[in-house]
């Protein structure tokens, strides 16, 4: 067993020798001081486990040597437990308020003595075990947060040298479209050999654009923008998919502001991020709206692209904005080159602008409704 050291501080040199005598046979290690600075220096030396503390002390007194004990951080786990000749409240209440743990009378009684060593030392052990499993746990976050960084790192490195030769398959593939008849099987092959590389070149443009989100490194490039014309020209881009799909859309402008100080190519992004799904989620012969409002005090602008898709259960409203999560819903077909980064990138885009973008259920509970705020002055704020 491991043997705990005890520091007793007391200026009567025969109350040194009693308590001594009193522990000493119980396997505890004593040491002495016989004033409050001879403690103060000892602790870090015999590193007590528990200290007995006299009140009545010439120089620095016993609630003195305990506030000083109690006031430092490495020190104020030590138990400490007053013995005293003074019976009265205000005393034992001045103990307490000094930070001691416990209190014990003189003249002093063995039992009663080593009951509350005993006690004092079990919730001093208890404590430390607390204090040792906190920084293990610290020490492994910091190791994992470490890893993290360096898994990320490399991860961002090798999804940014994949452009190369994405490029030159892309490059070559074009080579041989040039060289081959359009009407051919083959030239259909590589078509769609082609379009892959589109998409995977988006993709990696989106996790490089998040990435450097993340790292805080995109500064907005703002420009004053018509909100108007730009939804109208990304929605234009979806006239031959929706006309495909037989899917109506609607533009409602009801918002007073025309002009906002943004960065297009992100606001544009988000807006084609957020129809891109509502398209792809909306099935044939259905309706799309996309609509623009005020906030109550004006300081914002709200853009909502609704659809009358499947719509989302309210569990998944949160963490569909997070990096890769994607639902899989029961009617959806495959869909290429989806990966789960276009919400993750609105959300950040949209907080960037000091905004924020959430997703509720459409008119009358069917459909997705996702909307995002921007502040109308640039420098406002629509976060809270
Ligand atoms: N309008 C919508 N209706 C129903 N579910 C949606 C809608 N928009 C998004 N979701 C769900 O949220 C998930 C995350 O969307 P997000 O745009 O982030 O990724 P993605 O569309 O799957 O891939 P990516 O945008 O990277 O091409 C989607 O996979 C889908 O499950
Ligand atoms: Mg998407």
Redesign the pocket.
Known sequence: MEIKNILIVDDEPVNLKILRAMLVPEGYNVVEADNGAKALELIDLALPDIILLDVMMPEIDGFEVCRRIKSQKERRMIPILMVTALQDKIHRQQAMEAGADDFLSKPIDRIELLIRVKSLLRIKKYSDELIESYQMLKEKNRQLEELEKAKEGLTHMIIHDLRGPLTNISMNIDMCLMKIDPTSPISSYLNNASQQCLYMN??IQ?LLDIHRMEEGKIDLVREYINLKDLIAEVAENYSSQLETKKITMNLEFHSSVSRLLVDPRLIKRIIF??L???V???PQGGQILIRTEDSLDGKCITIS?I?S????DEK?HDR??N?F?????KK?GV?T??????????KMATEQHGGKIW?SHGPNGK??S?SFMLPVEPEGNCRS
């Open positions: 988006e993709m989106g991020n957020l891109d799904n509502a792809r989620h909306t692209v659809d898709g499947p719509g989302l998944f569909i904005f990096k999560e994607q639902v899989k819903l959806e869909t080159g989806s990966i789960g980064l276009g919400l993750a990138f609105c997703v459909g997705c996702f």
